[in-house]
């Protein structure tokens, strides 16, 4: 079955403890991408990937770092999480970015206290 | 630029009467347009998309959109509302030359009256 698959579904961590969200696709996608979803805001794109290798900041790229080693993987790195950090967050992936339907995670929900 | 607008934060129908869900975009470039749909604790689902062919696209569950070039605006109908269409509605706008940006409106939640 085509899939994105992020882990874990929901995490409470304390400030400034480093966390991943792992993203895993089963399309052969060049395109990734992670976004939060805040109340009113809608989805904000954190970054995005174009290929293995390949990464780029989003809108709102500040506290988060990504990694694209394998074609398959995208995870989301919080090197310092911090409260304002607290939200929604989804993996998508895409054929290629432009015009191509993006398939999501279920999506994780994250606190910091 | 581009952005994309949802007009209404918030619409309530009763059960079987028509839906429409409204979204203006601004983009520089053509554009690509989308309309996904959120569940209560799940992922985004594609609910159609127009990339400059028919200008009225037909999507899952009986939603339906026109892109309307001049007006700028891509809005979402359905004739007749069913209760399991209470969900959040985002429009999507990805310019066609950049793959960078993809653009999601704040969403608009559906409400099903009985």
């Known amino acids: 079955e085509a899939q994105v698959t992020q882990n874990p579904r929901y995490l409470i961590t304390v400030t400034g403890k480093k966390l991943t969200v792992t993203c895993s696709q089963n399309?052969?996608?060049?395109?990734m991408s992670w976004y939060r979803q805040d109340p009113g805001l809608g989805l904000r794109q954190i970054y995005y990937?174009?290929?293995?290798?390949?990464?780029d900041k989003g809108d709102v790229p500040e506290g988060y770092k990504v990694s694209r080693k394998e074609k398959r993987n995208f995870p989301l790195i919080l090197e310092s999480p911090s409260p304002n950090q607290t939200s929604l967050y989804f993996c998508?992936?895409?054929?290629?970015?432009?015009?191509?339907?993006?398939?999501f995670g279920q999506g994780t929900r994250l606190t910091v206290v | 630029a581009q952005s994309v607008t949802q007009l209404d934060s918030h619409v309530s129908v009763s059960e079987g009467t028509p839906v429409l869900l409204r979204c203006n975009y601004s983009?520089?470039?053509?554009?690509?347009l989308f309309w996904y749909v959120q569940h209560p604790n799940k992922g985004l689902q594609l609910l159609l998309k127009?990339?400059?062919?028919?200008?009225l696209v037909k999507g899952i569950n009986g939603f339906e959109a026109e892109f309307k070039k001049s007006e700028t605006s891509f809005h979402l109908t359905k004739p007749s509302a069913h209760m399991s269409d209470a969900a959040e509605y985002f429009c999507?706008?990805?310019?066609?030359?950049?793959?960078?940006?993809?653009?999601f409106g704040s969403g608009t939640r559906l409400s099903i009256r009985p």
């Open positions: 999507v706008v990805t310019p066609y030359s950049s793959a960078s940006k993809i653009i």
């Open positions: 990937s174009m290929n293995v290798e390949v990464t």
């Open positions: 399309m052969n996608h060049e395109y």
């Open positions: 127009y990339t400059s062919a028919a200008t």
């Open positions: 983009s520089s470039y053509s554009p690509s």
């Open positions: 998508a992936s895409s054929l290629t970015g432009v015009n191509t339907e993006a398939f």
